[in-house]
């Protein structure tokens, strides 16, 4: 199969920086410029920042927004199986002529200049999201905040603020402190956002940095409350209380994503129609996502086992694993599992000791930051679970199956993992 276009543009742009990850705006201002400011002739802009929950808000307001009648661009970070998950128009994937067309447009305009990959590619979606019309632009962060590519609209309308946890040290500082203050400068000026649940010290630097720029805050525990109560989703702030189904995406971590999504809603004026339809119709794969066909669940099923995803990679993301498990039927649950070095491997394996029977330590293809199976094993044994290596996910999905017929088997660690999955079970 000839290879795509977009493919060959995207291989030219990772060419343009030395490094994958420097995070400053300049270079991004510079572009935009040249490409005539397309950051200014967007629709209303929701702008969503957060270690964990960020994704899976998204698409909730998405879904709500659509619900309502409504549309929105969206754009996300980082793609699963194919670079056009990241930019949709109006609702639809990004189709490979127009994204062929618009990425060569970035190109001509940055010419021999440095830029990131993720900096030319945000560009390239700020772009196209002016070449069709909508109610609404979704914007995701890729990393941290402040100097975020996504970072560049002035005035959007409204920010939000998933929960913040220790990840990306390395980027975004070592203490919660400097990560939230890295993940509040999406803040701005007169501008409200609504805040998820926070610990004390995040909270504190997002409640300074909104003062400062008076920007209204709607707070988790202050202005909103979200609760699950005899299976359904509680939701109450200052105009009221609405009792909705529970979330379709799995986990008890949902019900905060879709109180943060449902304060967002309610404020810009939507009716319980599109908070309904936010919390019912949303879709966000690789987030404890049940596989349902593909050669994997095929060897799963002839087992009579049931196959998992998830793409979280940090503590945080550990433990809504642990409480999603506990939310479904009890049955034996073995992992699979690859993660990167430059991740918090042991804070993510302590809290899967108590619910996972093994795991089985496979390599990333393709990443060069992988763990070898053989050091994920370590430091999984070192966190206090049973475990062993394997070759690649099948073999670790036949040798898991082969001793434990039956069972619950997740594959867990990383998104670049889980796009590997999504791609041969797509």
């Known amino acids: 199969m000839a290879e795509a276009r977009s493919d060959i543009l995207l291989d030219r742009m990772m060419s343009l920086h030395p490094k994958i990850i420097d995070l400053t705006l300049d270079r991004m201002h510079r572009l935009l410029a040249a490409l005539d400011r397309p950051e200014a002739k967007l629709p209303p802009v929701i702008h969503i920042a957060g270690t964990n929950g960020k994704g899976s808000t998204l ?46 447009e970035c190109l001509a305009a940055n010419g021999p200049d440095s ?102 805050l709607l707070a988790f525990g202050q ?103 506990s939310r479904l039927p009890e049955k034996p649950t073995h992992l699979i599992c690859g993660m990167l070095n430059t991740k918090d491997v042991g804070g993510f394996m302590r809290p899967l000791a108590g619910v996972a029977d093994s795991l089985h330590g496979v390599s990333i293809p393709g990443q060069a930051a992988t763990l070898s199976g053989a050091e994920t094993v370590a430091k999984a044994r070192a966190s206090g679970l049973t475990a062993e290596t394997a070759d690649d996910l099948e073999s670790a999905l036949r040798a898991i199956l082969s001793q434990h017929p039956g069972a619950r088997v997740l594959i867990c660690g990383s998104l670049y993992l889980a796009g590997i999955v999504l791609q041969q079970n797509g």
């Open 59 to 104: 698409a909730m307001l998405r879904a709500g927004i659509e619900g309502a009648g409504q549309s929105a661009h969206v754009y996300t970070s980082p793609h699963l199986a194919r670079f056009h998950e990241r930019i949709r128009l109006s609702g639809a994937l990004i189709d490979e002529d127009l994204l062929s067309d618009i990425l060569d």
């Open 115 to 216: 830029i990131t990959y993720f900096e030319i590619t945000t560009a390239a979606a700020l772009l196209a999201f002016t070449r069709a019309p909508a109610d609404w632009t979704l914007l995701e962060t890729g990393l941290g905040g402040r100097l975020d590519a996504t970072n560049v609209v002035d005035q959007p309308r409204l920010t939000i603020l998933t929960p913040i946890d220790l990840d990306h040290q390395q980027y975004l500082g070592e203490t919660l402190a400097e990560i939230a203050t890295e993940k509040a400068g999406i803040i701005k000026r007169g501008v409200p956002c609504v805040v998820g649940p926070q610990q004390d010290e995040a909270l504190e630097v997002i409640e300074a940095r909104a003062e400062r720029l008076g920007a209204p």
């Open 223 to 325: 202005h909103w409350h979200v609760w699950e109560e005899r299976g359904r989703l509680i939701f109450q702030d200052e105009t009221g209380l609405i009792d909705l189904p529970l979330p379709n995406l799995v986990g008890g971590h949902q019900i905060v994503n879709a109180g943060a999504t449902l304060a967002a809603l309610r404020h810009l004026g939507s009716d319980e129609t599109a908070c309904e339809a936010a919390v019912t119709q949303a879709e966000w794969p690789a987030r404890m996502q049940r596989l349902k066909a593909g050669p994997l669940v095929e060897i799963a099923q002839a087992a009579g086992s049931d196959l998992w995803l998830d793409g979280g990679h940090n503590p945080a993301a550990a433990l809504a694993i642990v409480e999603s498990l």
